[in-house]
């Protein structure tokens, strides 16, 4: 099929940006699994306010590019959508879930690709599968029968963006409500002495936050076709990751597009961060446990990914710059399951899980040896 300019220029967008965000995670070591387990394992969330700070500047580069008039959040898909709670947070359960079995997330999955790990080849297949069975296969047959009929529509959430929301509830001027967001998150982030000693954080934080708010900016301004008109998009890996798949077996009969140009780049920044790094070498599981749960794993993190509207970038970071409601509840939800999921990996069963999460007064007792 014969590429429009509009698709060529998505795609070049997308490209250049996932270049960026590949380089980030190899040399940033921006990981959304790895800020998760060291705030609430090891007490450090350094990772976790790199994270926050590409929140803060995310949404700040949306907010001043929507007071200019160069982009509409409204024509996002997620603000396009009915507000879902309870597919979201099911969704993220299962993400979150799917990450901690797998080890990384979506993004993560193509960053250890570029960096030669042969099991996130198998991982980036079954996700890619899930995530299109649960947009138009099997499991989303479920999903419309079960879920989307509990979609919230009311006047609240026909705009379903949190400072509209609380605009609405409040009273309060809608376009106060960003700056003073924006404001609380620096402050969290920067009351940190260790984490302000960090630069690489700082910048790679601030250079991830631009970097999603360019892809809002450049499908929304740059690329934007009058006689063409489409949603605008940023970062998500969970969709995209089915569509690269997808151009690969029937590119003479489909078009580049954004998130294929993305998953590109981060593929590629990932490869290039990994030799700067001389971290680059072929690297396989040995244990056909470890391929078992990583199969498991991808389909709970491509079948979440959907339900929830997208993944810890695209919930977690996207949707998070243009405040969506549904942001807050899938990260939430995200955070919950992949530690209870760490939690199955540590104790080695549910029942193991259960016992770690009772008191430690109403635990029984183990069975003397």
């Not at 490869?271 to 040995?286: H, P, Y």
């Not at 990996?345 to 549910?350: A, N, P, Q, T």
Request: with cysteine.
């Amino acid at each position: 099929m014969e590429e429009t300019t509009a698709t060529l220029s998505a795609f070049a967008v997308g490209l250049a940006g996932g270049l960026i965000l590949g380089l980030a995670a190899r040399l940033g070591r921006f990981c959304t699994l790895a800020a998760i387990e060291d705030s609430l394992f090891a007490h450090d969330n350094t990772r976790w306010r790199m994270w926050v700070l590409a929140m803060a500047v995310a949404i700040l580069g949306v907010f001043l590019a929507e007071a200019r008039g160069l982009i509409d959040p409204r024509a996002a898909h997620i603000i396009a959508s009915d507000f879902n709670p309870l597919s979201t947070v099911l969704g993220g359960l299962m993400f979150g879930v799917g990450m901690a079995l797998v080890g990384t997330c979506g993004f993560g999955t193509i960053v250890r690709m570029g960096g030669g790990d042969l099991g996130s080849f198998l991982v980036f297949l079954v996700l890619g599968i899930s995530a299109f069975m649960a947009a138009s296969g099997p499991t989303a047959v479920l999903h419309v029968w079960f879920l989307e009929p509990l979609a919230v529509r009311n006047e609240l959430f026909a705009d379903p963006r949190l400072h509209i929301v609380l605009a609405k509830l409040t009273g309060i001027g809608a376009t106060l409500i960003p700056p003073l967001i924006v404001v609380g998150l620096f402050v969290w982030v920067l009351a940190s002495s260790k984490f302000r000693s960090r630069p690489g954080r700082l910048a790679w934080g601030v250079i991830v936050g631009l970097v999603v708010a360019s892809g809002w900016i450049g499908t929304g301004w740059l690329v934007y076709d009058d006689f063409d008109p489409r949603p605008i998009v940023s970062y998500t890996f969970i969709y995209p990751v089915g569509s690269s798949l997808m151009y690969m077996m029937t590119s003479t009969s489909s078009q580049l597009s954004f998130g294929i140009g993305s998953t590109l780049g981060v593929l590629v920044g990932a490869f290039v961060g990994a030799l700067m790094k001389n971290e680059w070498r072929w690297q396989t599981n040995d244990a056909a446990f470890e391929a078992k749960r990583q199969i498991i794993g991808a389909f709970l993190m491509g079948t979440g990914g959907m339900f929830a509207l997208g993944c810890t970038f695209g919930q977690g970071l996207s949707a998070v710059s243009l405040l969506a409601v549904s942001a807050a509840l899938a990260l939430g939800s995200i955070w919950l399951g992949a530690w209870l999921g760490l939690l199955f990996l540590m104790e080695g069963s549910l029942s193991g899980v259960w016992r770690s999460l009772m008191p430690s007064k109403t635990r029984p007792k183990a069975p003397a040896e």
